[in-house]
């Protein structure tokens, strides 16, 4: 156990570094992008960017994660999953390119046509990198992962940059995505081991869909679930205020998604390594949820306090409203966090038609969120959503309850440290919430919140913190 646990810590400090680099990155491109263009040019690339996703998974079809599952994989399943991912990249590459005139019908937008077509070459490209990322994956290569993903992400927003100063608007969001998956896959295919061969098994194929199929709806499923609000304001409302909430959103997925990414990346291989030692399992479960709640549930508070005066301060006055959803995107990736470790932990072990029951009990909460949405808008709609969320990460401990012993009163006894550290900073940001924060009030709150944690941290000896402090000194 102190053999994976160690190979984990490790690989968990290089995808922290990397996420750490291009979070700061990004940070700083996406803050001078905001300024150069509109949000409504964000709010067309959002409706693509979710076109483009849809498409992505069925290329993948879930049989990433069964190979990483599969203990027994060789160059036969490689190729015969290659093969596949290209010929469906090619299919819906083709479907999107028919389609474009359709989409930019229902949006009223005839520009959308051009968009989609360029940006669309997306699928096709990433369709050759899948393999070469499990094989990462499965030798547990964060660190060259890591590289990889830094460069290809300084290097597209250095272009993207580029283009938004000299005038190209949109087509600089649409060339930041583009380059990043170019180079992405160039830079996996020059520094990965593997190559492909012409092999076909259509037994092969069966093998891992049978394991790979569950992944599959629970991705479509999800797909609609976590994208069906974004084209839902795109239509309903208008593409500026999908542009607010898209910016909301991505400065609230930065943290719950792309750091619980790491977290749910990192522990996918090494918990599938232990999956039938129930107790070692179980410890590192518990080991990965703590982490989380430490790491990202701080980190979220934080966003929350300074979401409504930090937003207009980096983007501009136009940016209001992005703050004001950002706040509640705050809450909601709070909880999202906990259900994506846990969901990903029982997956782990072979269950993935738990998986599946989660994204259909997500997507019917989602489709009440979102009639409350469109009779009330969408601040009452997100309120609805914080609701559902806490809702799913009950019904899901209690899943996991069942299958490993692992209770929600074991959980709030593990979290409790954790909890009292998020109370005080929540008590710090509620006295300062009740002023007129202005920028130096808001730096004075951070810092009391931010002195508060690491001092409790230190006198209770909080693990996650000596953990974190050991990777960070490495």
């Known amino acids: 156990m102190e053999g994976l646990k160690s190979k984990t810590l490790n690989s968990a400090k290089w995808s922290l570094l990397e996420k750490a680099i291009n979070i700061g990155f990004e940070f700083g491109v996406g803050i001078i992008l905001a300024r150069l263009l509109l949000p409504s040019d964000f709010g067309t690339v959002a409706i693509i960017s979710v076109i483009i996703s ?75 990198a899948i393999i070469q990322r499990v094989t990462f994956t499965r030798e547990m290569n964060f660190k060259m992962m890591s590289k990889i993903s830094m460069i290809s992400s300084t290097l597209s927003g250095i272009v993207a940059l580029g283009l938004a ?89 930065t943290i719950s998604e792309n750091l619980g990414g790491v977290l749910t990346g990192v522990s996918f291989p090494a918990l599938a390594k232990v999956q039938n030692e129930k107790e070692k399992f179980v410890a590192g479960v518990r080991m990965l949820l703590k982490q989380a709640l430490y790491i990202i549930g701080i980190l979220m508070i ?25 706040q509640y995107l705050c809450i909601i990736g709070y909880f999202g966090m906990l259900n994506s470790i846990l969901v990903n932990s029982i997956s782990v072990t072979g269950r993935s038609n738990v998986y599946l029951y989660f994204q259909i009990l997500a997507l019917v909460f989602n489709l009440i969120s979102l009639i409350v949405g469109y009779f009330y808008g969408i601040e009452n709609m997100l309120m609805v959503l914080i609701l559902l969320y806490f809702v799913c990460y009950i019904v ?51 810092f009391l919140q931010l002195l508060s944690v690491i001092c409790l941290s230190y006198v209770l000896k909080v693990k996650e913190f000596l953990i974190l402090k050991s990777l960070l000194s490495k």
Request: hydrophobic content about 50%.
């Open 54 to 128: 849809f498409s992505l998974t069925f290329v993948n079809s879930g049989f990433s994660q069964s190979l990483i599952r599969d203990t027994d994989v060789g160059n036969s399943d490689y190729s015969t999953i290659f093969i596949f991912n290209l010929g469906v990249g090619v299919i819906f590459y083709i479907l999107l390119f028919f389609l474009s005139n359709n989409i930019s019908i229902f949006y009223q937008d005839s520009d959308l046509v051009l968009y989609i077509k360029v940006l669309g070459l997306s699928i096709f490209i990433s369709s050759f």
């Open 165 to 253: 100063v000299s005038g190209f608007g949109i087509w600089s969001l649409i060339a930041k995505s583009l380059f990043r998956e170019v180079i992405q896959t160039c830079l996996f295919w020059f520094n990965g081991k593997w190559r492909p061969t012409i092999l076909f098994s259509k037994l092969i194929l069966r093998k891992h869909f049978r394991y790979g199929s569950n992944f599959l709806f629970s991705a479509i499923i999800g797909q609609v679930y976590n994208n069906i609000l974004a084209l839902t304001i795109g239509k309903i409302f208008s593409l500026q205020t999908l542009g607010y909430y898209n910016r909301a959103q991505l400065f609230s997925n």
């Open 302 to 326: 934080f966003l929350f306090f300074t979401s409504r005066t930090l937003i207009p301060l980096l983007l501009g006055q136009q940016w209001v409203e992005t703050g004001i959803y950002l």
């Open 396 to 446: 899901i401990s209690i899943v996991f309850q069942i299958y490993f012993e692992y209770t929600l009163k074991d959980q709030f006894y593990d979290f409790r440290i954790i909890l009292f550290l998020q109370l005080v900073m929540i008590i710090i940001g509620v006295v300062f919430f009740m002023q007129q924060t202005s920028g130096l009030l808001l730096m004075l709150m951070v």
